[in-house]
């Protein structure tokens, strides 16, 4: 029978061409490193300079519930602050509630600001020139200040503060 020949070259023809489809070509998936060290993600460094922008209005606005707002408490949180032992969430919202009902007016600049971003997370550093108003008088706060973030649901919260006293000298140098 001449007919099974043909249909078998038929059937062999259709396996060749279906089997050689680009569909079946192995998938090759390409993954980008991300140099967490050198890259600087410079568009999650804008979002946190806006952050401290915003945290800090919210202190010269007297608004403690914005100030808590910056913040992502939880077992995770701790602070350190002028050499005293760690805290955790409840101190830290009882401290920042006590400067905003304490003050009439902060002033301050943020010198020497450096913003470190690691992909979801960020460590802040800068040294601290705070100018509150307490009972009517300015007072003057120089410390060196590290904030280190998170970034949850496109917003970037702090989940450590280290606060230390920085040493200025009479001539305004740092004194080590």
């Known amino acids: 029978m001449k007919t099974k020949p043909f249909y078998q070259l038929i059937f062999l023809l259709i396996l060749f061409t279906t089997g050689c489809s680009d569909d079946d070509a192995p998938v090759v998936v390409e993954t980008a490193t991300i140099d967490l060290i050198n890259n600087t993600f410079p568009e999650y460094q804008a979002e946190i300079q806006e952050t401290l922008d915003d945290l800090f209005q919210s202190i010269q606005d007297k608004d403690a519930d914005k100030l808590i707002s910056f913040h992502v408490y ?28 304490a003050i ?65 000298g009479a001539e305004g140098k740092t004194v080590l």
């Open 74 to 101: 939880g077992p995770k949180f701790t602070e350190f602050i002028n050499g005293g032992l760690r805290v955790g969430s409840a101190e830290n919202e009882a401290a920042e509630r006590g400067l905003v009902d």
């Open 104 to 168: 009439s007016g902060f002033e301050y600049d943020l010198n020497d600001l450096k913003i470190d971003v690691y992909g979801e997370v960020a460590k802040v550093t800068f040294h601290a020139d705070f100018r509150p108003v307490i009972g009517g008088e300015t007072y003057q706060n120089n410390a060196q200040i590290t904030l280190l973030f998170v970034r949850i649901d496109g917003l970037w919260k702090i989940t450590h503060e280290h606060n230390s006293p920085l040493n200025i």
